[in-house]
């Protein structure tokens, strides 16, 4: 019998298979810029905010934030310029979505730019690109140009009175700038330090002006949304808890990837509510062959694994949570039973204590010290009181610095011990993991006694 396939949905990636995709003839023949055109000629404003809302679109960029009411922040009664600062840095381990994107179809990621900007008055938008992406980058500009021949960028865009220009900023390669106000402060030519919040970004972001940030496969989902409707959006995907009066759902489609030890990584677009486990088997071919697989980061390296046994949860927001992880990015990572969990703890360690900007203490002296009792234990020397010392470390760290970077730090690894304990105590020394085991001999018979 043949495996059950999720069907596939075709919105974002719809011309990705297409031959030079990236030009503005091929997008204009696939309805690039059309939507763009209702909204200056049919929509107000508010409209298309309202719009927005009604789709329940959330931010694709890891945080999962209702996309219409942040447009929704941002002033109109003020006497200033107003940006759009596109997140285009996806530096997040493990997650390629927003490169397919702006690779192979820029002109809808800058035609949902210009819809975002016309309906929060916003009069330009910088493309913030990840250094190490130099084809985006290339399309990106190639995209702005053809744009600005064609009338749909510059001054007065199609008669309609709305003016708007676009930039590509390239990065410097640092993960913090994928922060939203660690990226504003690179865009002005400052170190990327995250700013303490309010004021917000809609508020007081970029130069001191209110400013929209989303990323990129967000606002590419806008031209859609303008086309069929934000209740046809809405529709798509998992519908809000009804036991949960907070829940947004998780509505439209998603680009999912997957890397690591698996058969075909890649990239798929789905509608929200395929499984982790079909994701992984029945798209990406399943773990390589005489393997099996121990865990999985569901969303880039930042988010808490999930065991072999914790697979078959949807892959949305609310779902991924209620297993104690996260969607994140929803670019899944795959550990296979080859993969050392100390050592990967050690590797992730290593990551976040390299990418910290140094700002806050908690997260500059906390993820060096995991960093080292991690190595402690790939060199054997492990104790059980180094993992209490870590547990200790977790709390003192999450969520007491400026931005997310420490929690993202703690939350893969914090779930890696309690979830793989067994490994950690196999790096100890002899003494250690006698002591070990008699401490849960002596928990297994008080639980026996209390039952």
Request: aromatic share 10%.
């Amino acid at each position: 019998m043949a495996k059950k396939r999720y069907p596939e949905t075709k919105i974002l990636s719809k011309n990705f298979d297409k031959e030079n995709s990236w030009t503005f003839d091929v997008a204009r023949e696939n309805g690039a810029y059309t939507m763009f055109e209702k909204a200056l000629k049919e929509m107000t404003p508010d409209q298309v905010i309202e719009e927005v809302k009604t789709s329940r679109l959330r931010g694709r960029g890891g945080a999962g934030f209702p996309t219409g009411v942040k447009w929704s922040f941002v002033p109109k009664d003020v006497d200033k310029p107003k940006y759009l600062a596109l997140n285009a840095d996806e530096s997040e381990p493990g997650t390629f979505k927003d490169r397919w994107l702006m690779e192979l179809d820029p002109h809808m990621v800058l035609e949902g730019c210009l819809i975002c900007a016309y309906a929060t008055g916003l009069s330009t938008i910088y493309i913030y690109v990840r250094g190490e992406y130099p084809l985006s980058q290339e399309r990106l500009w190639g995209a702005i140009r053809e744009a600005e021949e064609k009338g749909f960028l510059g001054e007065n865009i199609q008669g309609s009175g709305f003016s708007c220009n676009a930039y590509v900023h390239t990065g410097a390669g640092a993960y913090i700038c994928g922060e939203e106000t660690g990226l504003l402060e690179s865009l002005e030519g400052k170190r990327g330090h995250p700013r303490i919040k309010p004021p917000f970004p809609a508020v007081e972001g970029a130069f001191g002006c209110p400013t929209v940030i989303n990323n990129v496969e967000t606002l590419a989902h806008v031209p859609w949304i303008i086309e069929h409707g934000g209740e046809a959006f809405a529709k798509q995907g998992i519908a809000p808890d009804p036991d949960n009066p907070r829940s947004n759902g998780s509505t439209g489609t998603k680009l999912f990837g997957v890397s690591g030890d698996i058969k075909t990584p890649g990239c798929w677009e789905f509608e929200f509510g395929i499984t982790v486990k079909e994701l992984l088997y029945d798209y990406a071919g399943g773990p390589l062959d005489g393997r099996e697989i121990k865990a999985v980061i569901p969303g880039g390296l930042s988010m808490p694994v999930l065991t072999a046994d914790e697979l078959d949860v949807p892959m949305g927001f609310d779902d991924l949570v209620k297993v104690g992880s996260g969607l994140g990015t929803a670019c899944a990572i795959v550990m296979d039973d080859t993969c050392c969990m100390v050592e990967a703890s050690e590797n992730i360690a290593h990551f976040f204590a390299d990418e910290s900007c140094g700002q806050c203490t908690p997260c500059r002296e906390g993820c060096h010290w995991m960093e080292k009792i991690f190595k402690k234990f790939n060199a054997n020397q492990g104790t059980r009181s180094d993992l209490d010392l870590l547990e200790g470390l977790f709390v003192n760290i999450e969520g007491r610095t400026i931005c997310a970077l420490a929690d993202a730090a703690v939350w893969p690894l914090r779930s890696i011990i309690r979830k793989f304990r067994h490994e950690f105590v196999a790096k100890m020394t002899p003494e250690e993991q006698a002591a070990e085991k008699e401490a849960q001999a002596e928990k297994a018979r008080e639980t026996a006694g209390v039952s």
